[in-house]
């Protein structure tokens, strides 16, 4: 019985370690081949100012300091939360029991990218926001934060979970972050039908090339031209990458932006359509 427990485990080790190279091969084309961060070669005026205008722009907001020490209390919080495994589960830890310091340290997102999404609120101003995966609200906190003006309506299908991001969130005195507990295919539907529309979506949860192209179908029905659709962890399995390329190919997609971590998504009319991946 040890020995096929044993085995199991040196299996996960494995597996692990197959995809770590797997995503570092990734990496390491997309490093070659992405265009330049500064914009240099890019010839639409629509992305070189997200280049310009979002990617690079270095100012520290006041909201990061904000967001950044309850992410850092939350990485030394050794409260256990015991978790509803949904979605394609996490590649680094099975156990059901888990520390919030260990839910901060690897479902939250990376500081990089929460700022990324500050600004990508702050400067497109979307007022319907939805999130797939709230965890422990981590990137919620980043887009409400970015416009007071903003709805962020976030879903998450761990109770337990949910529950923690909920008093984080009050403690932090925010009150435009709205909160749905239920698994995204049962309530998406209901919350796309009775919002109409949306003006930004950030899709990360359910990291299962089925999951993700269905999710997918769905927002495009309630778009609008300047609809935006952020999905996390792009690269993340063969999976993933396939559902992106099928997103790209979409006919009413016309711009996407690949930074590795993350795959943007417009549909604007007046831009021609092309994909574009950019070293961030
Ligand atoms: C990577 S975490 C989200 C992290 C969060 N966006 C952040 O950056 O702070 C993904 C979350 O999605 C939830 N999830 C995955 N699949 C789901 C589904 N089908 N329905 C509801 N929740 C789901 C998981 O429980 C998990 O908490």
């Not at 029991?97 to 997102?109: E, G, P, T, V, Y």
């Not at 003006?199 to 299962?208: E, M, P, S, T, Y």
């Amino acid at each position: 019985m040890n020995k096929i427990e044993d085995l199991k485990m040196y299996f996960c080790v494995f597996c692990n370690c197959m995809n770590l190279i797997k995503k570092g091969l990734k990496y390491i084309r997309y490093f070659l081949f992405s265009k330049n961060r500064k914009g240099h070669g890019i010839h639409s005026p629509f992305v070189y100012g997200f280049v310009r205008n979002i990617l690079n722009d270095k100012k520290e907001y006041e909201a990061y300091k904000i967001i950044e020490n309850i992410l850092y209390d939350l990485k030394n919080n050794n409260a256990i939360v015991e978790i509803e495994n949904f979605g394609a589960g996490s590649k680094i830890n099975k156990n059901l029991k888990r520390k919030i310091s260990d839910l901060a340290k690897n479902n939250s997102i990376k500081k990089k990218y929460g700022r990324l999404l500050f600004r990508l609120v702050q400067y497109y101003k979307p007022q319907e926001i939805i999130e797939l995966g709230t965890s422990l609200g981590i990137s919620s906190l980043y887009m409400a934060l970015a416009s007071k003006s903003a709805q962020v309506h976030t879903i998450e299908g761990c109770k337990n979970t949910l529950n923690v991001a909920k008093q984080i969130i009050k403690k932090a005195n925010i009150s435009n972050i709205q909160y749905y507990n239920s698994n995204f295919d049962t309530i998406l539907p209901d919350v796309l039908k009775k919002e109409k529309t949306f003006d930004l979506a950030f899709i990360d949860g359910n990291h299962k090339k089925e999951a993700v192209l269905k999710y997918f179908y769905l927002f495009k029905k309630y778009i609008h031209n300047n609809s935006i659709l952020i999905f996390d962890d792009i690269n993340w399995s063969n999976d993933m990458n396939e559902a992106w390329k099928i997103i790209c190919s979409d006919k009413s997609v016309t711009v996407t932006i690949n930074i590795f971590q993350m795959g943007i998504v417009f549909f604007r009319k007046e831009s021609s359509k092309q994909d574009f991946t950019i070293k961030f």
